[in-house]
């Protein structure tokens, strides 16, 4: 059992239908048919939607999605039509609401790994492979891989998690061209946002993207590149063998599965309240992200 602790009743706005109510984002469509896509302060861990809300996180993923958006546009044109308040909208929605197209979703996770970890490094201790895709012998929690790759994942509802699959049945799923695009899209904006945050002293050590389309053309959606889609950790600290520091959640993670926490992750019971503390430090981490990558202050 796991999905929302309390699932929030979403705000209703004049001229704009709700359509759905994601783990952080609210999905509505306007009167011209465009999507608004609004980042609430939601965070998730462990397919639970915590009763905790992080200040800003919102408004981090989606100025951060923003300015990658335009670091990737020449790789692959994105959804935003205009980041306007709709008329009406609640003064909180401003900096985290953007107008979207609407497109034809291709339902798959597009995930790269440059590094090995997470549910990528439980595969290979398995099997020395990540996604059917063989390695080589000796990795560690943290390696660097010997180049990119395409591991992607089908799309799990809240509350479920995401399930690694091959490339072929990707394949199978949306057919060989369209597979083919979603490698070499998802492979050409990760190796330019690895190699954009390592100037930056971060190491992009994974990430996913959305993609769907708009007529015949490939558009990447949702958010790209943020610490809820990636790991990014810090390069000064990297070591392969263990877990990495990272800019993320991972403070609530930790946290959770903490004794302090209560929480039997095991159990059908949802995970409890954050405290002030665990809050403070993962906004700080988002806020650490976002400033690094972007060289610009959070204000």
């Known amino acids: 059992m796991s999905g929302f602790v309390e699932k929030p009743e979403p705000i209703q706005v004049p001229g704009l239908v709700h359509l759905h109510t994601g ?3 609210e999905l509505y469509r306007n009167e011209a048919g465009d999507l608004v896509m609004v980042a609430s302060d939601r965070i998730s ?17 989606t100025q951060l999605s923003l300015w ?16 306007e308040l709709p008329a009406g ?14 497109l034809r979703m291709v339902p798959v996770e597009c995930v790269a790994r440059g590094y090995l970890t997470g549910s990528g490094l439980a595969e290979y201790r398995e099997s020395r492979t990540v996604c ?5 012998e000796g990795l560690v929690d943290g390696s660097e891989l010997p180049g990119p790759i395409f591991t992607p994942a089908t799309k799990a509802a809240v509350g479920e998690h995401d399930e690694n699959v091959s490339y072929e049945e990707v394949a199978r799923q949306v057919g060989a061209d ?29 990430t996913k993207f959305e993609f769907g389309f708009d007529g ?9 590149l943020t610490p809820d889609s990636s790991r990014f950790w810090p390069a000064d600290q990297w070591e392969p063998g263990r877990a990495q520091p990272s800019y993320d959640k991972q403070y609530v993670r930790d946290w959770l599965t903490s004794a302090e926490s209560g929480w039997d992750r ?19 981490k988002y806020v650490e992200a976002y400033e690094r990558l972007t060289g610009m202050s959070w204000s």
Request: charged share 20%; hydrophobic share 45%; aromatic share 6%.
């Open 68 to 83: 990658w958006f335009d670091q990737l546009a020449d790789l692959v044109p994105h959804h935003v039509l205009s980041t």
């Open 216 to 224: 015949d053309t490939l558009v990447v959606a949702d958010e790209v």
């Open 178 to 206: 369209v597979a083919a695009q979603l490698r070499q899209t998802t492979l050409a904006a990760y190796t330019r946002a690895r190699d954009i945050a390592r100037d930056r002293g971060i190491i992009l050590a994974d």
């Open 23 to 25: 783990k952080v984002r």
């Open 89 to 102: 909208a609640p003064a909180d929605w401003a900096g985290r609401t953007l107008v979207c197209t609407s």
């Open 132 to 136: 059917g895709l063989a390695l080589p």
């Open 266 to 284: 095991a159990s059908e019971q949802p995970p409890p309240a954050l405290p002030q503390p665990v809050v403070d430090a993962t906004r700080a």
């Open 45 to 61: 861990a462990y397919d639970w939607v915590l009763p905790t809300e992080i200040p800003d996180k919102g408004r981090v993923l």
